[in-house]
């Protein structure tokens, strides 16, 4: 079965970290852009980082550079979401989506680039 696998949400305080997970089954990730994506609670969803195939090039959203940084291991078919410095209004459900080309957009909320999505995975940061 092809899909993702978003693992790693939680509840944090202020100021704590996370490592959000996206496991691939039923292909490889190796020739696809990954894209983070993150719903609050009565907002739009929201484009956040998204890396290149071979990782090599990554963006971010204002809303979170210098503060989170996606990677990807291809070996272990997975690609990674780590927060630090985590904020309240960083709470959401975060999802992992595959884009059907090799490279991100510089727009990376462009969600129809996105054809295979996970379920999410809630972040709740709260003291």
């Known amino acids: 079965q092809v899909q993702v696998v978003e693992s790693g949400g939680g509840l944090v305080q202020p100021g704590g970290s996370l490592r959000l997970s996206c496991a691939a089954s039923?292909?490889?990730?190796?020739?696809?852009?990954i894209g983070w994506f993150r719903q609050a609670p009565g907002k739009e969803r929201e484009g956040i980082s998204c890396?290149?195939?071979?990782?090599?090039?990554?963006n971010y959203a204002d809303s979170v550079k210098g503060r989170f940084t996606i990677s990807r291991d291809n070996g272990k078919n997975t690609v990674y979401l780590q927060m630090n410095s985590l904020k309240p209004e960083d709470t959401a459900v975060y999802y992992c989506?595959?884009?059907?080309?090799?490279?991100?957009?510089?727009?990376?909320?462009?969600?129809?680039?996105?054809?295979?999505w996970g379920q999410g995975t809630q972040v709740t940061v709260s003291s």
């Open positions: 039923g292909f490889t990730l190796d020739y696809y852009a």
């Open positions: 890396s290149n195939s071979g990782g090599g090039s990554t």
């Open positions: 989506a595959v884009k059907g080309s090799e490279y991100c957009s510089d727009d990376i909320s462009r969600e129809r680039e996105f054809g295979l």
